[in-house]
């Protein structure tokens, strides 16, 4: 129990927190009052074919791309930033999120996710849902679903296929007597 | 005598070697590329005249189809029948200078 106290104020102070960067420049892509909510899921799929005494017989298992889930949450005017009006600028903090979830859902980007648990390398944002209704009022919520990259180096640079790949000189080598 | 050109475990390579035997001295060329659904293909290039393009790569078949060279180039298998393939270079598949290995032209 004690235990448990000390490393949720060490959590706190060393500031483990969740974060949405850019992986090739560092570049902090989301800021949120909170994260309500982070989602971290793995799956795969499993292929068959039917044989003749009538099942199916299992072939084959793929890996989908892992998704992640967040529900980020920023108040229009919070306390801390009532307090601290000349610290915190909240409306363009939200316009800054608007205009970065417009950006980052338009292309592919590379991006690592900071949860509390691990780091997750390469994920693209691939939809988001700002809903409005009573329980938001007041408040920016995001429910933003990131997916893997599978098969990507960098941002918007795909794997060659091997029978693509640059020559690479071996130059002059030896021979072996065999 | 035969002797084993040592390779990159690449797709898409350029290797240069030298031979020296009883014809003489050669700079040998050879060229590997990886095709999308043939395999591995090579050129061959002779104190760099070209002695043969796109020749595919099957197992123990002769890259040239002349005598330039005094002997000839293979792709080896050491533990089958299989046709190269460039995750095992040097391991398995062995591109072999076979000094004895004459062509009947």
């Known amino acids: 129990m004690l235990i448990d106290a000390i490393n949720t104020l060490w959590s706190s102070i060393r500031g483990a927190q969740y974060a949405v960067f850019e992986a090739d420049t560092s570049k902090v892509v989301f800021v949120f009052d909170t994260i309500e909510e982070l989602e971290f899921r793995a799956d795969s799929s499993i292929t068959s074919y039917p044989i003749e005494s009538g099942v199916l017989k299992t072939d084959y298992l793929y890996r989908n791309p892992n998704i992640i889930e967040i529900v980020g949450r920023t108040s229009k005017k919070s306390l801390l930033a009532q307090g601290f009006n000349f610290l915190t600028d909240k409306e363009s903090s939200i ?20 949860t509390k648990i691990a780091l997750r390398k390469g994920f693209t944002l691939q939809k988001f849902t700002i809903p409005e209704n009573l329980d938001t009022y007041g408040m920016l919520t995001v429910q933003m679903t990131f997916q893997e990259i599978m098969g990507m180096e960098t941002t918007g640079t795909a794997l060659k296929d091997e029978f693509n790949a640059d020559t690479i000189s071996a130059g002059i080598v030896q021979l072996l007597r065999l | ?89 040097n391991e398995r598949f062995l591109l072999v200078y076979d000094s004895a290995y004459e062509v009947s032209v």
Do not use: W
Request: proline share 5%.
């Open chain 1, 95 to 114: 316009q800054k999120i608007n205009e970065n979830l417009t950006t980052y859902t338009q292309g592919i980007y590379n991006l690592n996710i900071q």
């Open chain 2, 1 to 89: 005598m035969k002797y084993k050109v040592n390779l990159l475990q690449i797709p898409n390579q350029e290797v240069s070697f030298n031979i020296e035997n009883d014809k003489g001295f050669f700079a040998v060329d050879v060229n590997l590329r990886k095709m999308p659904t043939a395999g591995l293909v090579a050129d061959v290039f002779i104190d760099g005249v070209p002695q043969i393009y796109g020749r595919r790569c099957v197992d123990r078949m002769p890259l040239l189809l002349n005598n330039n060279l005094g002997g000839n180039l293979y792709f080896e298998d050491q533990f089958g029948t299989i046709d190269p393939d460039y995750h095992q270079f």
